[in-house]
């Protein structure tokens, strides 16, 4: 069993940056690749970015691409989503996510979820 807790969120206003934090509980934490999403009401959970179990590959959403950057360290067991240039259509609550699978663009790819943090930007 995983456990994750997310970190970081808040309110921001446009152009603004913020540094999401994931915790995981797990040990070896290095076997799981991590991924990012976010929901708004009414709306479906999203892919934003994901990062190989070895940590040597980013991916993005498009709407991500460019702006945020995945990172973990493996040594303490947590993950990163460092957002840059928010814009309003980024006001969500972001999930970090643990997976021992390939399929990184779906949550369906994702058995671990954390509680999420929620993130809101004004203009």
């Known amino acids: 069993q995983v456990q994750l807790v997310e970190s970081g969120g808040g309110s921001v206003e446009v152009g603004g940056s913020l540094r999401l934090s994931c915790s995981a509980s797990s040990r070896p934490f290095g076997r799981f690749a991590m991924g990012w999403f976010r929901q708004s009401p009414e709306q479906e959970r999203t892919f934003v970015a994901a990062?190989?179990?070895?940590?040597?590959?980013?991916y993005y959403s498009s709407s991500g691409e460019g702006r945020f950057t995945i990172s973990r360290d493996a040594a303490k067991n947590m993950a990163y989503l460092q957002m840059n240039n928010l814009k309003p259509e980024d006001t969500a609550v972001y999930y970090c996510a643990a997976s021992t699978t390939s399929d990184y663009y779906s949550p369906a790819g994702y058995a671990y979820w954390g509680q999420g943090t929620q993130v809101i930007v004004s203009s």
């Open positions: 990062i190989s179990w070895a940590g040597g590959y980013p």
